[in-house]
């Protein structure tokens, strides 16, 4: 069976990690990139061994030596370059966050469902072995009954200029990482359990001249299943740390606790109060604290994210995250811009009024007038 021909809308940074990935992944090869400005195009092409190269990004999607477009364009091209992949029968990769509004999810989720294309929403912590080794520990029972959860990502600030702009990227550090918590919950918890309530502070700290945006955020979402069961969850997300880039993740449960540092060590530090299955651990045993293993190389989950589409594509089962969870992450994004903006605690979801073009109006509204 022949490769899936992918074509990259973006060259950027999250485009190079993604054609690493790539060269990982089994069925699938980049065939064509796009980039606003050509000479970049051929350079990514060259670097990266991808055949053709391109400045204008709707030969990548109409292309015949195309079967998936991956887009890594800025926030605000989402819904149309998805929308124009979709009426060329071209399969969807949408790099986080899906779009801007719901009105664009919806209108993205509805073209591939017209088209009987995938859509697939690239949320590579539902892949990081380290941070999947949590989940299974949370949903095995190890950890006991899950109260509380916790994501960290923090540097000193995003690689392209579009993300300072808030027109393009519709909101800051918020809109960049938080959407990463935000998803990762919803994977640890299941679809049983549903965000009701968010609490949020967005502030501006390092970047005051460069952006209207927040570079700093701390977000505190509370979930509910039908069983009565809370767990709250805090996405704490930074443009303002500096000294290089931190992500970790914490699992607290009633009957231990787990902590995943996605850069450092091959291991999830682990507190087990029963223990769990140790057959691939180099341990007499894992009640208490142990080091729960996972595979060193491609620790952030991209190549394992990819193949995971191409073998979606491949049989017919439907991928881990798609159109819909990016729209659910949305809403969530919208509910803690509201909370930001009004200091107080909001029910979720929240439905932003008409004039509300962008996310981080609702924190600051005259941001991107």
Not at 88 to 117: N, S, W
Request: charged share 20%.
């Amino acid at each position: 069976m022949s490769n899936l021909r992918v074509g990259f809308l973006g060259a950027g940074f999250i485009a190079g990690i993604h054609a690493e990935a790539f060269q990982r992944v089994k069925g699938a090869e980049v065939s064509v990139v796009f980039s606003r400005t050509a000479a970049r195009a051929q350079e990514f092409g060259r670097r990266h061994g991808v055949p053709r190269w391109t400045d204008d990004w709707r030969t990548v999607v109409e292309g015949s030596d195309v079967d998936i477009v991956l887009v890594m364009l800025p926030n605000f091209r989402h819904a149309e370059a998805t929308e124009a992949a979709a009426a060329a029968g071209k399969h969807v990769i949408v790099e986080k966050p899906l779009c801007l509004t719901l009105d664009e999810a919806d209108r993205m989720i509805a073209a591939c469902e017209r088209a009987g294309v995938m859509l697939a929403y690239a949320e590579e912590l539902c892949f990081a072995p380290k941070y999947e080794r949590l989940r299974a520990l949370a949903q095995d029972g190890a950890l006991g009954r899950v109260y509380h959860l916790r994501q960290a990502e923090k540097h000193s600030g995003p690689h392209a200029d579009w993300f300072w702009d808030v027109r393009r990227s519709g909101g800051g550090v918020l809109m960049d990482m938080g959407c990463h918590a935000f998803g990762w919950f919803r994977w640890v918890l299941g679809p049983a359990f549903r965000p009701v309530e968010m609490l949020c502070r967005c502030d501006r700290h390092m970047h005051t001249e460069r952006t209207e945006g927040e570079d700093h955020s701390v977000a505190v979402v509370t979930f509910e299943d039908g069983a009565g069961h809370r767990v709250t969850a805090q996405a704490e997300d930074s443009w303002a740390k500096l000294g290089g880039m931190d992500d970790r993740a914490e699992v607290y449960g009633t009957g231990g606790v787990a902590y995943a540092d996605l850069f450092q060590g091959s291991s999830a530090l682990v507190y087990s109060e029963k223990g769990y299955d140790y057959a691939l651990e180099k341990a007499g045993g894992t009640q208490g604290w142990s080091f729960a293993l996972a595979e060193e190389a491609h620790q952030q989950g991209y190549p394992h994210e990819m193949q995971h589409f191409v073998d979606c594509l491949r049989t017919g089962q439907s991928p881990r995250v798609t159109g819909h969870d990016g729209r659910a992450v949305l809403e969530m994004l919208l509910g803690a811009y509201a909370a930001a903006g009004r200091a107080a605690a909001v029910r979720l979801p929240v439905q932003p009024p008409p004039a509300v073009a962008l996310p981080v109006q609702l924190w600051q509204p005259q941001a991107g007038a």
